[in-house]
């Protein structure tokens, strides 16, 4: 992955990246802390993907803050929980490295869902196979931490072919992907995946697969430039989005259960996610 910019912002785009990846403006490297100085609130960039050209935008955008979890109904607590969110202790800086630093169903966003993989034929097909009817019980799922995935979640999902929108650096250290089924956005169904953070401990279950998906997706597209603990900088691929393939295990998001996960008028109507990205690929 390289990055250009337009000449009046090339300066200060440079310093970001330099910063945040320890290297050029021309190469990005994997895992790197996001310390970037100052960036334009909206700047032009290209992204070289596959050798191919991909002009994009980066937005600064304020952070929703990660809310209170509340307490849950006690037969939901008692089935899917052990310990309440407001107990969590958070591991790693907001905004910075690559160790998850939320408390919201930490447990899941760091695990895959063992078994087979269903295959759609984009995000469309599978935004159809997801029960509506069962949305409105799904939202009353708690935030908890220590929740696990219940049945409904208990899938993996290959998307053979997604364009790729828009890509943010979230507070918890994820890097938040809106994905679509047609290359404009305004038609495309959409639907979200998470590359996700890292566990703090290197042992534990799936730690070297989420950085290995972590590292590629750093090398092959890149991530915003920076990112703060009150703004969030994103780059936006609507007018030159990249095609590719995805596969990972569902989670409905309850923090969005009313949809709306995005920005600006990119936005979901669903709070289904591929939530952690087990892999992808590129489609020249």
């Known amino acids: 992955m390289k990055y250009t910019t337009t000449p009046n912002a090339m300066a200060l785009f440079c310093i970001s990246v330099l910063l945040l990846f320890a290297g050029s403006c021309q190469t990005a490297r994997p895992l790197a802390a996001s310390t970037a100085g100052q960036q334009p609130d909206d700047s032009l960039i290209t992204l070289q993907v596959l050798d191919k050209a991909y002009p994009a935008r980066v937005h600064a955008l304020e952070f929703a803050q990660e809310e209170a979890a509340p307490v849950p109904p006690m037969s939901l607590l008692s089935a899917r929980t052990t310990t309440s969110s407001a107990s969590c202790a958070k591991w790693g800086s907001v905004c910075e490295g690559d160790i998850f630093s939320g408390c919201m169903m930490r447990d899941i966003k760091l695990s895959y869902v063992t078994g087979t993989y269903q295959r759609y034929k984009n995000p469309r097909t599978l935004l159809r196979s997801l029960t509506r009817n069962s949305n409105d ?73 989420l950085a290995d998906v972590r590292e590629k997706f750093l090398n092959q597209i890149g991530a915003p430039p920076r990112c703060s603990n009150t703004k969030k900088f994103s780059i936006d691929l609507t007018a030159n989005p990249i095609r590719m393939t995805i596969k990972g295990s569902l989670l409905f998001d309850v923090q969005h259960k009313e949809g709306g996960s995005g920005y600006g008028d990119v936005k979901t109507k669903t709070a289904w996610e591929i939530h952690p990205v087990k892999d992808f690929d590129l489609i020249d």
Do not use: C, M, Q, W
Not at 150 to 165: G, K, P, S, W
Not at 176 to 202: C, M, Q, R, V, W
């Open 137 to 209: 019980a799904l939202k009353e799922l708690p935030r908890d931490e220590h929740r696990t995935r219940v049945a409904e979640e208990n899938r993996n999902v290959i998307i053979e072919e997604a364009y790729l929108y828009y890509v943010s650096r979230e507070e918890d250290n994820d890097y938040h992907l809106i994905l679509g089924d047609k290359k404009n956005y305004k038609t495309s169904a959409l639907f979200s995946a998470e590359i996700s953070a890292l566990p703090e401990d290197e042992n534990a279950i799936g730690y070297h697969h």
